[in-house]
């Protein structure tokens, strides 16, 4: 169930991504849906599992975006890493608005090394104004759709271990 999990979710948010958040942009800031969906994971499984969802949706944004091959996968992996460093289960799971600030820390940080990747790759980028708007409220955005997606992943992490369990 988890591996069907690790590609099925991750390819949805990348679809999404590209169809559907463009038209709910707030000010030029628009979430990262494949970012929201490995670090939520990250948080709620560990790294080990969080990592694996950041380089499938990170490919499949990707390649439906035009962008560089493996750019924005690339970008992911340390923050996702990052969120989900202490394998879980956890003594105690991240209360849903800590998980949530440091999702927004590290969706701040992976927008950032999109951006730094963007550069190497010589393809020019915004304005700084607009870089900023574009990094810093995207992460402010992805932060408060993880209020909503990280305790669903972590619900379902524990289902999905106990069923594994048996």
Do not use: C, H
Request: no cysteine; proline share 9%; hydrophobic share 55%.
């Amino acid at each position: 169930m988890r591996i069907v999990l690790a590609i099925a979710l991750p390819l949805a948010a990348a679809l999404l991504q590209s169809a559907v958040v463009p038209f709910i942009s707030i000010g030029g800031a628009r979430p990262n849906l494949p970012f929201l969906v490995a670090g939520s994971w990250s948080l709620a499984a560990g790294a080990g599992e969080g990592v694996w969802w950041a380089f499938i949706g990170g490919l499949a944004a990707d390649l439906l975006s035009g962008g560089p091959l493996g750019a924005f996968a690339v970008a992911a992996l340390p923050p996702v890493a990052a969120l989900g460093l202490g394998e879980r289960p956890a003594p105690r799971p991240t209360p849903v608005l800590v998980g949530a600030s440091f999702l927004t820390a590290a969706a701040f940080a992976a927008g950032a090394l999109y951006a730094l990747a963007l550069s190497i790759a010589g393809i020019p980028g915004p304005e700084p104004t607009d870089l900023a708007i574009q990094i810093g409220g995207g992460a402010i955005f992805t932060g408060i759709l993880a209020i909503a997606t990280y305790p669903i992943a972590r619900w379902t992490s524990r289902r999905t271990e106990k069923q594994a369990s048996f």
